[in-house]
């Protein structure tokens, strides 16, 4: 992704509803897609992920959809709690030759009680 | 579980001092990585080492040094201090091939 300064994309959204982050890669030979969650001073925590043999993915309250066409990618939490307060950053990779994550510039989401 | 573990936690350094940031993990994984955390900003990958005795330059190599001191070991030394390496340096691992990184807690540093 392309840095975006100082000031991050907000994401805000009533407890309860549904949240949708996207993403969009620049590499179309990247097969391997991940999410992160990163709480203020903390490291980025892995969420989900998803290869490119997939359109959709899900976990638990969390979906991962993938359009290879346009390069695109998004996380939908279902059921927003405060708990999800943070930044998401996505990453793609190859699964051939050298592994070298690139990391989005993230997207602060903001749940409001 | 310890994961990865950074140390340390906070630091300040003046300009032209040089320090060596330790980051170690406990899960036999084969690729260690360091980042750096901007303001507002990606995670860029400075240097990364695919497995023991191999490492690689990453995005913003400049500046840093690393050694792959063994499977579990894996260290950022900056020789000389600049004020624009003022940043959160983040430690990852992964295992065999393509997989999720795991992430330390992070080092603030501060270059005065």
């Known amino acids: 992704g392309e840095s975006v300064g100082l000031h991050l994309p907000t994401l805000s959204v009533q407890e309860g509803d549904n949240s949708i982050i996207n993403c969009a890669y620049s590499?179309?030979?990247?097969?391997?897609f991940i999410w992160y969650k990163q709480e203020s001073g903390k490291g980025p925590q892995f969420i989900i992920d998803?290869?490119?043999?997939?359109d959709k993915r899900q976990g638990q309250r969390v979906t991962v959809l993938l359009n290879k066409t346009v390069k695109h990618l998004s996380l939908q939490i279902a059921a927003t709690q405060p708990g999800d307060s943070a930044v998401y950053f996505c990453?793609?990779?190859?699964?051939?030759?050298?592994?070298?994550?690139?990391f989005g510039t993230g997207t602060r989401l903001k749940v409001l009680a | 579980n310890a994961g990865v573990t950074q140390t340390p936690k906070f630091q300040v350094l003046k300009t032209g001092q040089s320090m060596t940031l330790q980051c170690a993990q406990d899960?036999?994984?084969?690729?260690m990585y360091w980042y750096r955390q901007d303001p507002g900003m990606g995670l860029r990958l400075i240097y990364y080492?695919?497995?023991?005795?191999?490492?690689d330059k990453g995005e913003v190599p400049n500046g840093y040094n690393v050694s792959r001191l063994n499977k579990r070991e894996f260290s950022l030394r900056l020789e000389s201090a600049a004020p624009s390496q003022t940043s959160v340096y983040f430690c990852?691992?992964?295992?065999?091939?393509?997989?999720?990184?795991?992430f330390g807690s992070g080092t603030q540093l501060s270059v005065l």
């Open positions: 990852a691992s992964s295992g065999q091939g393509v997989e999720k990184l795991f």
């Open positions: 590499n179309s030979a990247s097969d391997y």
């Open positions: 998803i290869r490119s043999n997939m």
């Open positions: 990453a793609d990779s190859r699964t051939s030759g050298t592994y070298k994550y690139i």
């Open positions: 899960m036999n994984h084969n690729s």
């Open positions: 080492s695919a497995s023991e005795g191999t490492t």
